[in-house]
């Protein structure tokens, strides 16, 4: 059968109980919501606590706490419009303009009002000079217990101890040293807020005016501790995730939630204001043995409330075992809200000599380094230690418009500003366990005191034998639900984590606030937007780029470097070759001239040379015969030997030679032709031949001559009418003419002709002379069936062929033995300097592939 | 009309009509489909060079006519001229044309004086352009042509019309300037000598696809394709005409050809 | 306003005349037309002829002008050329006054000046042939470039006629080269300009291509 442990004495009831059965206290809380019950009977230790439903709870609290605290409000969840998206203090605005409205537990306005209560409390902090950690003694002096005056009265005399204790490490304080360094003057208080302090001034005095007398006392003992505590700080070895600028939370530096503080202070709650359940049990604390300060820094490493929270007023009362239990088992060291720790290590050192033994240790404790390091404290509060968002803020006046009226009515009392005015998103979210916003998971803290805290008594415990040490041994997994509703969800180092990944959201870890969602995260979020100027410097560079740099170097460093230029040699190898080969080829050629001996025997006669021999042979005397002189004066040396046999021939048969060229220089040609290498024929011009000149227009104009001859020439070379002398007789048309014979070294000149001639001559035969390059390409007319050319005479060796056949030497063969020659001359300067260029290039590679690899 | 004449305005009747169907195609498509000629590729990058230079680029239109069939060569010559005149506009100093025909040198003036009003180029820039007639004979234009290779202007060399042996003093005497010089000519002896003494020849009918590839217009490209389609025409006519003649049908092919019966 | 009327009309002419003369080949009653078009087109070329040469003279007295430029062989140029010209007009002068068409000075100046030059410069060029096909085995060492020398080779041992050691094989080496591989590759290469030529041709008809940008 399933157990129902009591929260209170630990003890099994049945399950069906809801009173337990040994001290009458509630088994089951006074929440309808069975999710709620689920939730509180399935804690177990270890188990996550997830959000309660406490709203019910509100209801149980004492008359007096549910006036502090107000109604719940029924306000509409607090909505964030789109024109205030991004400005949090907007919403507060608007959350505080609603004037009556009154924070509902675990809403916005609940988180606006803890804000406003921090205001309050630092205002009067600030104008005050007050111990943070005695807010409980801001009832006058003639209010205080006995046992506080009494513990006053020791304070000097503990600190010493204390500290000692502290160094020796008793407990790992989550504030590093620069909590008292970073934002924190030298009186302690955060530059920024010390600036906001002095341009204040007057809102100050106001402050002061208000300050009670005991305070104003304390205020004139401060100065003097703090060298002290300052050097054993510094000597600390830290581990606090948040560092010095841990923001002021909902908690006094005694433990006290601050709504509850605030209410004392604003409506004078002394402690015979305090019901009476609270004033029985801290008058049994009083009784109690007092534990001494080494048990108290042994038994309670770190509380989140401050050690003097469970040393000074409460720290030997067992009746607040819960609140011990929720230090030990909830609220780890890391736990510990920063901003309070960083406020307690604050307010430390203003007021040294009012701070008890154990607050020293507190501070000391404290010392540990800030987890982001000096750079980030160096970089946040540079210069004059201001933080760049608070000289922002004082400076533009459009932040001063943006601030919501609350906080401009709270700022003469000392109200500090908060500083996070890029937290878009404090209030965006609901409290956890409200994700959905709609108010129906109530304010953990509506049920903060539970039943059993405003019901029983130490006297009753007394009554029922338990004692502090049986209290204390509540486990874990029989907390309460509000009281498991309180314990941080989440570590700090995780949040701290979740921060720095970027995570937008914050949820408060520790204290009455744990759990809820967006509220100011303080150093987080300051350190979250500093994150980023942690960036490493180290650059990166890629392979390509390392190589740019280099190439970049390199260059910049040779700029100033004079390179000599390599002067190009005045006789290159090249230069070398192309005179050797100039010269073998004019000696070998003008020797070969010398000799007349027949070294070389004559070409064989070939088919197209025949026919060309076959087609002269065939002429009658007198025929009219078209000679083409369509080659170059360049050429003249291998064109007239070519041509020279088959003229000569032409003039043995009595042909009657009609010259034309289609070049410019052709006319000339002809008669330089005429006069060398045929002079002994004494042909006359006008009587066995007419030179009609050039022929201007290329195919065009060679087209129009064949199809009108008369028209297109109409005068000879010397301007006499061509065709009225004696060789162009009877001649019409291009057909006229027996024979067409055409000179030249073009093949595209030969092509010419007989693509545009050809077609027209009806049968008169075209031959051509032709020179050794235009051969291959004349030689398909030749070979074609019907043969568009009749024969022709390609190169010296057809030319030298051709006088063979006509038994009449010329130029060709005397040309033949210097031409062969010549040929083996241009084969050995061939193979000699294509291996010179072979080996050259060899060479040249090999040098190169050396450089590369140098 | 004989069978020849018939087949031969079937071909140019079919040639026209392939390059309005293509330029239709190409004016309707972006992609340009064109093998890459390392010539053309490395002209580009040789303009732009003389042009960051402050260099002239030289262009050779030969000697051919422009009333012979030499005379395609010639004319693509001068589209090179106008290409090349366009992308240089920016450059310091104009193209400079030389010439060895005088109709050539006629159009050549002609061309550098209608793109360059077309493109508002200085008139100094203009008068500076040349394109005169260099030399009437091959051989005293080549000699004329060399100087202007050989200026110091001049960082690179175009090459384009009809050329005989002579192209090679030109081919060498750009090389020894270490200057680009690409060279194209439809005399097949000249492309002979250039394959052996230039960097950069144009074999073949590469020479007449200059305009394409220097983006004359959309009609050079269709050109090219209406080409491409009549070589798969004649390599197939050819292969056609060997199995008829081995199948004996060749002295029916030469009658055709000649038009008897 | 300025209007431009003559890229149109010579764009015009262009295609008119190419028409012609193209339906000329085809179409004999085109022919008169054609036969027109095509003297029309010899005058032309032969005043292009004389408007180049004046053009030359222009360009080398610009040049001759211009200090900064190597005004010498411009000069030497224009002396060459006004010479030749004027020995020209008297040669013609004497063949119609005097009935004696010799044309003496011409032909000296031929005979003597010009073609010597020429024959040199032919001369000069075939030693820069075979050096380039040395230099090509250290331009482009590759396959191509080998073979292309070997086949130069080859074609010149075939060529030579040397009675004391005969080669007759490299006779038929060369002739198998010259006749087949080089005439093959020659004809299909005259197909591809014949075919860039005809595309080139219908461009200037269709007036895509104007190289007479009025």
Redesign the interface.
């Known amino acids: 059968m399933a157990e129902n442990r009591c929260p209170m004495c630990g003890k099994p009831n049945p399950a069906d109980r809801e009173m337990c059965q040994f001290c009458e206290a509630r088994l089951k809380p006074l929440i309808d919501s069975p999710a709620a019950e689920e939730d509180t009977s399935s804690l177990s230790p270890g188990s996550a606590p997830s959000p309660q439903d406490t709203g019910e709870l509100e209801r149980t609290l004492p008359a007096w706490l549910q006036d502090a605290r107000g109604t719940p409000s029924q306000e509409e969840p607090f909505t964030e419009s789109p024109e205030e998206g991004g400005d949090w203090l907007a919403n507060l605005r608007d959350s505080s303009s609603s004037g009556d409205a009154v924070p509902s537990p675990g809403t916005e306005e609940d988180d606006q009002d803890w804000l406003q209560r921090i205001r309050a409390l630092d205002s009067e902090e600030k104008a005050a000079e007050k111990p943070p950690f005695e807010e409980k003694e801001d009832v006058s002096e003639a209010d205080l217990p006995d046992w506080l005056s009494a513990l006053r009265e020791e304070e000097p005399e503990a600190v010493p101890l204390a500290t000692e204790e502290v160094l020796a490490g008793k407990s790992a304080f989550p504030f590093g040293e620069d909590a008292l360094e970073g934002p924190f003057d030298k009186g302690g208080k955060p530059d920024w807020f010390e600036e906001e302090s002095e341009k204040e001034a007057i809102e100050e005095d106001v402050s002061e005016a208000d300050l009670p007398d005991w305070i104003l006392e304390m205020r004139a003992e401060e100065p003097e501790a703090v060298p002290l505590a300052t050097e054993e700080v510094l000597a600390r070895e830290p581990a606090s995730p948040f560092g010095e600028d841990a923001p002021e939370g909902p908690f006094d530096e005694d433990g006290k939630l601050d709504w509850f503080k605030e209410e004392s202070e604003e409506e004078g709650v002394s402690e015979t204001d305090l019901p009476d359940w609270l004033s029985e049990m801290e008058a049994e604390k009083l009784k109690a043995e007092p534990l001494g300060e080494e048990d108290v820094l042994a038994r309670k490493p770190a509380s989140p409330f401050g050690e003097d929270a469970l040393e000074k007023p409460l720290d030997e009362g067992e009746a607040l075992d819960w609140l011990e239990e929720e230090s030990e088992e909830d609220v780890s060291e890391a736990d510990v809200p920063d901003w309070l720790l960083a406020m307690d290590a604050a307010k430390l050192e203003e007021e040294p000599e009012a701070v008890p033994g154990a607050e020293e240790e507190v501070l000391i404790e404290k010392t540990v380094s800030s987890p982001f390091g000096e750079d980030v404290e160096d970089e946040l509060f540079a210069g004059d230690g201001i933080p760049d968002w608070i000289e922002e803020g004082d400076e533009e006046e459009e932040l001063e418009e943006e601030r919501p009226d609350w906080l401009l009515e709270e700022e003469p009392s000392g109200e500090i500003e908060l500083p996070f005015e890029e937290t878009k998103s404090v209030f965006e979210k609901p409290f956890v366990g409200d994700e959905d916003g709609d108010g129906s998971s109530e304010d953990i803290f509506a049920g903060d005191l539970p039943l059993w805290l405003t019901d029983a008594s130490d006297e009753e415990l007394a009554e029922e034998g338990l004692s502090g040490e049986a209290l204390e041994e509540i486990t874990p997994g029989d907390l309460p639900g509000w009281v498991e509703a309180m314990r941080p969800v989440k570590t700090p180092s995780q949040e701290a984590r979740e921060l720095f990944d970027g995570e937008e959201e914050y949820v408060e870890n520790a204290g009455p606030l744990a759990g809820m969602a967006n509220i100011l995260p303080t150093e987080a979020g300051i350190i979250k937007a500093q994150k980023a100027a942690k960036h490493s410097f180290k650059l990166m560079v890629t392979e390509s780029q390392r190589g740019y740099i280099s190439l970049l170097e390199d260059l910049i460093a040779n700029e100033g470097k004079s390179e000599a230029i390599p002067t190009p040699s005045l006789i290159s190898t ?1 230069r070398v ?2 005179w050797i ?2 010269l073998v ?2 000696l070998s050629v003008g020797m070969a001239f010398s000799y007349t001996g ?6 064989l006669h070939r088919g197209e040379t025949r026919a060309v021999n076959e087609s002269i042979q065939a002429l009658s005397e007198a025929s009219p015969v078209l000679v083409a002189f369509d080659y ?6 291998e064109m007239n030997a070519i041509a020279a046999g088959v003229v000569d021939h032409l003039m043995l048969r009595g042909a009657y030679l009609t010259f034309v060229s289609t070049s ?2 052709g006319p ?2 002809v ?2 032709f005429l ?2 290498t045929q002079a002994d024929h004494n042909y006359v ?2 009587q066995q031949y007419v030179n009609l000149g050039y ?7 060679l ?2 001559f064949v ?2 001859p008369q ?2 020439m109409p005068l ?5 009418d061509a065709w009225e002398m004696q060789p162009l007789q009877g001649i019409i048309s291009i057909s006229d003419f027996s024979l067409v014979l055409v000179i030249t070294d ?3 000149t030969a ?2 002709w007989v693509e545009q001639v050809q077609s027209h001559l009806a049968g008169t035969p075209l031959v051509m002379a032709v020179s050794a ?5 004349v ?2 007319y030749y070979e074609v ?2 043969q568009q050319v009749a024969g022709m005479v390609a190169g010296l ?1 057809g030319g030298t062929s051709y006088e063979q056949l006509t038994g009449r030497g010329n130029l060709a063969q005397g040309y ?1 033995n210097a031409f ?1 020659i010549g ?2 001359a ?2 050995a ?3 000699i ?2 291996i ?3 080996i ?2 060899q060479v040249n590679k090999n040098r190169s592939h050396n450089e590369e690899g140098a | 009309m004989t069978i020849t004449g018939v087949i031969g305005l079937l071909i140019v009747a079919s040639f026209f009509g392939l390059m309005i169907i293509f330029n239709i195609v190409r004016n309707n498509s972006t992609e340009v489909n064109l093998r890459t000629i390392p010539a053309y590729t490395k002209l580009k990058r040789a303009i732009g060079l003389a042009v960051e230079d402050g260099k002239q680029i030289h262009v050779s239109l030969g000697r051919g006519g422009v009333t012979s069939p030499q005379s395609a060569s010639a004319f693509v010559g001068l589209s090179m001229l106008e290409r090349v005149i366009r992308i240089a506009s920016a450059g310091d100093l104009p193209p400079v044309a030389t010439t060895g025909n005088a109709a050539l040198s006629i159009l050549a003036q002609d061309t550098i004086r209608g793109t360059s009003g077309e493109i508002d180029l200085k008139k100094t820039k203009v008068s500076s352009a040349g394109g005169g007639l260099v030399g009437l004979t091959p051989f005293s234009y080549a000699v004329g042509t060399m100087s202007a290779i050989r200026s110091d202007t001049v960082s690179a060399n175009i090459l384009a019309g009809w050329y005989g042996n002579e192209i090679i003093w030109l081919t060498t005497a750009g090389e020894r300037q270490s200057s680009f010089t690409m060279a194209g000519t439809a005399h097949l002896p000249a492309q002979a000598v250039m394959y052996s003494s230039v960097e950069e020849p144009l074999i073949g009918e590469e020479l007449f696809a200059g305009g394409a590839y220097l983006d004359a217009g959309s009609m050079h490209e269709a050109s090219l394709n209406a080409q491409d389609v009549f070589r798969w025409v004649l390599v197939g006519g050819i292969l056609i005409g060997i199995l008829l003649k081995l199948a004996g049908f060749g002295q029916l092919i030469q009658n055709l050809l000649v038009g008897t019966p | 306003m300025k209007l431009k009327f003559r890229a149109p009309l010579a764009t015009a002419i262009t295609i008119a005349v190419g028409l012609v003369v193209l339906s000329g080949y085809f179409i004999p009653a085109a022919a008169s037309l054609r036969f027109i078009s095509l003297r029309v087109g010899m005058v032309l070329a032969a005043v292009a002829l004389l408007v180049g040469v004046f053009n030359l003279l222009s360009v080398h007295f610009r040049k001759i002008a211009d200090k900064d430029s190597k005004g010498g062989y411009s000069f030497i140029l224009v002396v060459a050329l006004l010479t030749t010209l004027g020995i020209g007009i008297y040669d013609m002068y004497k063949a119609y006054a005097f009935g004696n068409p010799n044309f003496e000075w011409t032909n000296w100046i031929f005979t003597y000046i010009q073609r010597p030059v020429e024959t040199s410069l032919m001369a000069v060029m075939t030693v820069s042939l075979a050096y380039s096909a040395t230099y090509l085995l250290r331009r482009k060492m590759n396959y191509l470039a080998i073979g292309f020398f070997f086949v130069v080779l080859l074609v010149l041992l075939g060529t030579i006629s040397l009675s004391v050691i005969s080669f007759p094989i490299l006779e038929d080496i060369r002739s198998w080269i010259v006749h087949v591989p080089a005439v093959g590759g020659a004809r299909g290469l005259l197909l591809g300009i014949a075919l860039g030529t005809i595309a080139t041709g219908l461009r200037i008809i269709m007036g895509s291509d104007r190289p007479y940008e009025g």
């Open positions: 090249q070759l192309r080969i100039a080829l004019f027949e070294a070389f025997s004559y070409p170059e004066p360049a050429l003249s040396g410019p220089t000339v040609l008669e330089n006069s060398t011009h006008s022929i201007p227009g290329g195919a065009a104009g087209l129009s199809i009108a028209n297109i000879a070379f010397d301007g006499a073009d093949p595209d092509r010419m390059q235009a051969e291959p390409l030689r398909p069936t019907p060796p033949w062969n040929i083996m241009t084969i300067v061939l193979l300097s294509g010179v260029n072979v050259a290039s």
